[in-house]
Nanobody, 122 residues
Framework: QVQLVESGGGLVQAGGSLRLSCAASGRTFSSYAMGWFRQAPGKEREFVAA???????NYADSVKGRFTISRNNAKNTAYLQMNSLKPEDTAVYYCTAGTFTQAVMSGTGDYWGQGTQVTVSS
């Protein structure tokens, strides 16, 4: 069993930056693909970014060039660096983990965190 805890959300002005963290329990963090999803009010949860256990990354078109996903296996933590934030980035951001990268990217990862709120003001 893996538990995921997100942190780093908050209120930021448009154009600003935030870094989200996802701390994972357990000894097998390095064997999991990690991902970030987000859900805005009244909208479905959508894929943001993923990183494989080999550190291959994938991004949604809407965040390419602005967001960067990374991982630190020694700290059992994944990160989402968000730059040039826009009001439309406002959402609850969720961390997910899974054995297979494609499953994580499709939203069918094995584990999910509780989410952290990101609000971007205009």
């Amino acid at each position: 069993q893996v538990q995921l805890v997100e942190s780093g959300g908050g209120l930021v002005q448009a154009g600003g930056s935030l870094r989200l963290s996802c701390a994972a329990s357990g000894r097998t963090f390095s064997s999991y693909a990690m991902g970030w999803f987000r859900q805005a009010p009244g909208k479905e949860r959508e894929f943001v970014a993923a990183i494989s256990r080999y550190s291959t990354t994938n991004y949604a078109d809407s965040v390419k060039g602005r967001f960067t996903i990374s991982r630190n296996n020694a700290k059992n933590t994944a990160y989402l660096q968000m730059n040039s934030l826009k009001p439309e980035d406002t959402a609850v951001y969720y961390c997910t983990a899974g054995t297979f990268t494609q499953a994580v990217m499709s939203g069918t990862g094995d584990y999910w965190g509780q989410g952290t709120q990101v609000t971007v003001s205009s």
